[in-house]
């Protein structure tokens, strides 16, 4: 990925002073990035690329705080040219950039701390997407309280839950073996919430809303439960 970019993550943080990372893509054996994102010292998000990122010397850091010890859904993106960071679904910073990515060989990742274990994540982080294309406003505030179903999301290159509640690996879930090997870390059962994606498929004529609809939930990796029945409301006139 040099020249688009998304990556979302929700946090809560225990900052003390010290910045803290989210999600690095590096190399294994130094420090070199080709891009980071963590909350810094001051509960800001901050992003760290190449100089090109940083025009003037005007470093890529959110507006806002994010609010410790409380869940908060961070993203950024990059679509080439505009540099952006959302706290909570809500654009707080952008930068035009117009430069790509750095390029290299930039082959593994990090979640919460950096390649050498340095400012290692004091907190929880829950549900981290990273795509290689710049999601929308929208796309982001879609996909902030619902799983996703990897096959109908574009460009999804890293997607971890966090649901495994045991073991030292996080898979991933988007299809592509980004699996993590968990360490100094462990399972909490306090996360973000977040509802299943549920698509209706049916071979039935056009439903009314009065029709009731029938469907059998089934979500990846688990046995369908009984059906139920939806029931739609009234239509106010």
Same mark, same amino acid.
């Given at each position: 990925?040099?020249?688009?970019?998304?990556?979302?993550?929700?946090?809560?943080?225990?900052?003390?002073?010290?910045?803290?990372?989210?999600?690095?893509?590096?190399?294994?054996?130094?420090?070199?990035?080709?891009?980071?994102?963590?909350?810094? /010292?001051?509960?800001? &998000?901050?992003?760290? *690329?190449? !100089?090109?990122?940083?025009?003037?010397? @005007?470093?890529?850091?959110?507006? =806002?705080?994010?609010?410790?010890?409380?869940?908060?859904?961070?993203?950024?993106?990059?679509?080439?040219?505009?540099?952006?960071?959302?706290?909570?679904?809500?654009?707080?910073?952008?930068?035009?950039?117009?430069?790509?990515?750095?390029?290299?060989?930039?082959?593994?990742?990090?979640?919460?701390?950096?390649?050498?274990?340095?400012?290692?994540?004091?907190? /929880?982080?829950?549900? &981290?997407?990273?795509? *290689?294309? !710049?999601?929308?406003?929208?796309?982001? @505030?879609?996909?902030?309280?619902? =799983?996703?179903?990897?096959?109908?999301?574009?460009?999804?290159?890293?997607?971890?839950?966090?649901?495994?509640?045991?073991?030292?690996?996080?898979?991933?879930?988007?299809?592509?073996?980004?699996?993590?090997?968990?360490?100094?870390?462990?399972?909490?059962?306090?996360?973000?919430?977040?509802?299943?994606?549920?698509?209706?498929?049916?071979?039935?004529?056009?439903?009314?809303?009065?029709?009731?609809?029938?469907?059998?939930?089934?979500?990846?990796?688990?046995?369908?439960?009984?059906?139920?029945?939806?029931?739609?409301?009234?239509?106010?006139?």
């Amino acid at each position: 990925m040099t020249d688009e970019l998304t990556m979302t993550a929700w946090v809560r943080h225990n900052v003390d002073g010290t910045q803290r990372r989210i999600f690095t893509l590096g190399y294994e054996d130094n420090i070199a990035q080709q891009y980071t994102v963590l909350i810094n /010292e001051s509960e800001k &998000i901050y992003f760290i *690329s190449s !100089a090109a990122f940083e025009p003037g010397g @005007q470093a890529a850091v959110s507006n =806002s705080a994010i609010t410790s010890n409380e869940w908060h859904h961070v993203a950024v993106t990059y679509d080439g040219t505009d540099l952006k960071l959302f706290i909570d679904g809500v654009e707080d910073f952008s930068n035009t950039i117009g430069a790509d990515l750095p390029e290299g060989s930039y082959d593994y990742f990090w979640i919460g701390q950096r390649q050498d274990g340095a400012e290692r994540w004091e907190g /929880e982080l829950d549900e &981290i997407s990273v795509w *290689s294309r !710049a999601l929308s406003t929208s796309d982001i @505030q879609g996909i902030m309280y619902r =799983s996703m179903v990897p096959d109908e999301e574009t460009g999804l290159e890293g997607y971890w839950r966090f649901e495994e509640n045991t073991g030292s690996t996080a898979y991933d879930m988007s299809g592509n073996g980004n699996h993590a090997a968990i360490s100094g870390a462990a399972w909490d059962t306090d996360a973000a919430v977040y509802y299943p994606s549920i698509t209706l498929n049916t071979t039935a004529g056009t439903h009314t809303n009065t029709a009731p609809i029938f469907l059998r939930p089934a979500l990846p990796g688990r046995s369908p439960v009984s059906p139920v029945m939806i029931s739609p409301l009234p239509m106010v006139r």
